[in-house]
T-cell receptor
Framework: AQSVTQLDSQVPVFEEAPVELRCNYS??????LFWYVQYPNQGLQLLLK??????LVESINGFEAEFNKSQTSFHLRKPSVHISDTAEYFC?????????????FGSGTQLTVLP | DTGVSQNPRHKITKRGQNVTFRCDPI?????LYWYRQTLGQGPEFLTY????????KSRLLSDRFSAERPKGSFSTLEIQRTEQGDSAMYLC????????????FGDGTRLSIL
């Protein structure tokens, strides 16, 4: 079975400051890794994904995440945050093989950007 | 791409009543998933369809829950004899058939049990 741990439930940060949201996972098999963002009363939107290849993946709105296999981590970073980045962020994994097709999510990190 | 559509957005009902939610996936997506999200938690997997076949069910899906996808297009999730613990956001997602394809989520149905 897989599990995802997001160590920080809440991260307050000032506008234009850098931020890192931490994600660690546990799995006995290889996984795909995802970050989703959820705004209030909405569903989840895919932010970025790691499938294979370069361990550093980027989104169109300035976020990036780095897959670290040895540390089983997939931390999300942004060098300068905006008020509009305030949202809940979820890290998720999905196994590469076998019958399981679902995502396993962490408990989320609420990012609050302060003016 | 019109996105995943879920109806209703909100449902308030009394304990013991039956409720049904609908999900319309992105039209070319053959995989459809249901998740449940409680306050302060990440979504938890309930069940998954490939076309009209229900291929996997979580242990969270008690016998009061049933899901269908009769023609491989829209899906319904029914909860019978609702309980207080059923209060949650119910999310639907869809994807193409390959494992590396991301899941696209709807805005969910928020269920409140009085």
């Amino acid at each position: 079975a897989q599990s995802v741990t997001q160590l920080d439930s809440q991260v307050p940060v000032f506008e234009e400051a850098p931020v890192e949201l931490r994600c660690n996972y546990s799995s006995s098999v290889s996984v795909y890794l995802f970050w989703y963002v959820q705004y209030p009363n909405q569903g989840l939107q895919l932010l970025l994904k790691y499938l294979s290849g370069s361990t550093l993946v980027e989104s169109i709105n300035g976020f990036e995440a780095e897959f670290n296999k040895s540390q089983t981590s997939f931390h999300l970073r942004k060098p300068s945050v905006h008020i509009s980045d305030t949202a809940e962020y979820f890290c998720a994994v999905r196994v590469l093989s076998g019958s399981a097709r679902q995502l396993t999510f962490g408990s989320g990190t609420q990012l609050t950007v302060l003016p | 791409d019109t996105g995943v559509s879920q109806n209703p957005r909100h449902k308030i009902t009394k304990r013991g009543q039956n409720v049904t939610f609908r999900c319309d996936p992105i039209s070319e997506h053959n995989r459809l998933y249901w998740y449940r999200q409680t306050l302060g938690q990440g979504p938890e997997f309930l069940t998954y369809f490939q076309n009209e076949a229900q291929l996997e069910k979580s242990r969270l899906l008690s016998d009061r829950f049933s899901a269908e996808r009769p023609k491989g297009s829209f899906s319904t999730l029914e909860i019978q004899r609702t309980e207080q613990g059923d209060s949650a956001m119910y999310l639907c997602a869809s994807s193409l058939g390959r494992t590396d394809q991301p899941q696209h989520f709807g805005d969910g149905t928020r269920l409140s049990i009085l």
